[in-house]
């Protein structure tokens, strides 16, 4: 298995302790697990500076995509994503907010709908499940089918090392990602991901941005009211259908039309 990690701290101290433990423990369940490490600071990624490109003509126009699109690649080729960010004024550190500007044609464009990843954030006071819920929050509307938490507080004693307690916390989540990843088992996607994908859905069919349709159409995601790939029963989809003709209805109503 080959995991990319993600870190989004300037450093690599506390928050990558809980990383330290968490490759221990993939490397214990399998010794050929690999890792693929980037932090993100010494990535010097520009400030997304709001082109719009990557929504309008393909995440390759952005004028930071050398710097990006690699780092995608590598998204999309993993078996498993952790990604962390330690609490910094009660939200993500500036580089992991910076990256997910970068990524959010990936809201109107869902691709990781096979993928799993893991989240890991950490504090010494608070704002740990906001900044957490954040992340996971992105991560589902990029499709990911299951993601993993890992918010934690006071992770670490004074002496920088992790208290049993934490240790376990650790194991237990990281071996539910490994298994979820072994296993190949998708979840049926929640009932929140199935309102945002047809609400883009519908955009795409309406045209509101021409890109957008046409990765809708070629991906074949535009007929389905979830992607296909995952499974999701009739009951779960039979809303969707009433809710996509609802938003086809409001959206050729509302949009204007370029003359």
Not at 11 to 23: V, Y
Not at 68 to 94: F, H, R, W
Not at 128 to 152: A, I, P, S, W
Not at 243 to 258: A, G, H, P, S
Request: proline letters at 4%; aromatic letters at 12%; a positive charge.
């Amino acid at each position: 298995m080959k995991f990319l990690i993600i870190n989004g701290s300037p450093r690599r101290q506390n928050t990558w302790k809980i990383i330290e433990r968490t490759k221990e423990t993939l490397n214990s369940l399998d010794e050929n697990t690999t890792f693929k490490e980037i932090d993100l600071i010494n990535e010097n990624i520009p400030c997304c500076i709001g082109c719009y490109n990557c929504f309008t003509k393909g995440e390759e126009s952005c004028p930071h995509s050398s710097v990006i699109q690699p780092i995608v690649e590598e998204m999309k080729t993993c078996d498993g994503l952790i990604i962390t960010s330690p609490v910094y004024a009660l939200n993500v550190t500036g580089v992991v907010k910076n990256f997910i500007d970068h990524l959010a044609y990936f809201y109107h464009r869902p691709f990781f709908f096979k993928n799993k990843a893991m989240v890991v954030v950490t504090t010494a006071g608070s704002g740990h499940k906001k900044v957490g819920k954040y992340l996971d929050e992105t991560l589902e509307n990029m499709g990911y089918n299951q993601r993993y938490d890992l918010f934690l507080i006071h992770s670490h004693d004074t002496h920088g090392y992790l208290p049993l307690e934490t240790k376990q916390k650790v194991d237990k989540e990281t071996i539910k990602f490994y298994s979820s990843i072994k296993n190949n088992k998708l979840n049926s996607p929640s009932f929140k991901a199935l309102i945002m994908y047809n609400i883009w859905r519908a955009m795409a069919s309406n045209n509101t941005i021409e890109y957008d349709k046409k990765y809708w159409v070629e991906n074949k995601l535009i007929d389905y009211e979830y992607s296909p790939d995952v499974p999701c029963n009739t009951l779960k989809k039979l809303p969707m259908k009433i809710f996509y003709k609802i938003m086809l209805m409001f959206l050729n109503k509302n949009t204007v039309k370029q003359e």
